[in-house]
């Protein structure tokens, strides 16, 4: 007899629990769709979770990225950030909003990095190991893509090493 009484207990408990996690769920989507927490991502990581509370408590920027086509997102990054820092944010941001809308594609950062470069009130942001606060970014400051190319004391490689992968291809200079 007892484990016939302990059936309906189970049923009252788990139909209590799927009552509960609807609750949830329903909580969970007015929330998101709240617009005050509108920067919030719908599947947010620890890190998301963790730069929005910097964010709030001061310790974090916030950073306009405008792309070429004038369209623009925000990233954000710790006061102390570098340059590079702000690239990789960017590189993260970006493959996040590719994901959402055309699912995965490859995006070559080398290439986007070595054509062009991000700028501050025309200053271009070229050192990755210097601070942003030394470049004048802020929090809600703005940066830009803008087109660059490399000068050759900034090139990664050697002539050397050049020659060597491209051989006859370029005439000595």
Known sequence: MDSASGKPE????YQSSEAKQARLQSMLAALLDDPILAD????????????????????????TVIKLDNTSFDVAVSNAATV???KLAIKKKI???EQEQMGHRHISWKH????????????????DSSALSSHGVRNN???????????????KHSRRRKHRFFHGLSKKL
Not at 50 to 59: F, P, R
């Open 10 to 13: 189970e049923v009252a408990a």
């Open 95 to 97: 493959s996040e909003i």
């Open 112 to 127: 986007v990095w070595d054509n062009y470069c991000l700028t501050h009130h025309n200053e271009k942001l070229i050192d």
């Open 40 to 63: 919030v991502p719908r599947k947010p990581s620890l890190a998301d979770v963790d730069a929005l509370i910097n964010l709030e408590l001061g310790s974090a920027m916030r950073v």
């Open 141 to 155: 400051s703005k940066v830009c893509f803008s087109p660059h190319v490399m000068s050759r004391v900034h090139r």
């Open 84 to 86: 590079k820092d702000l």
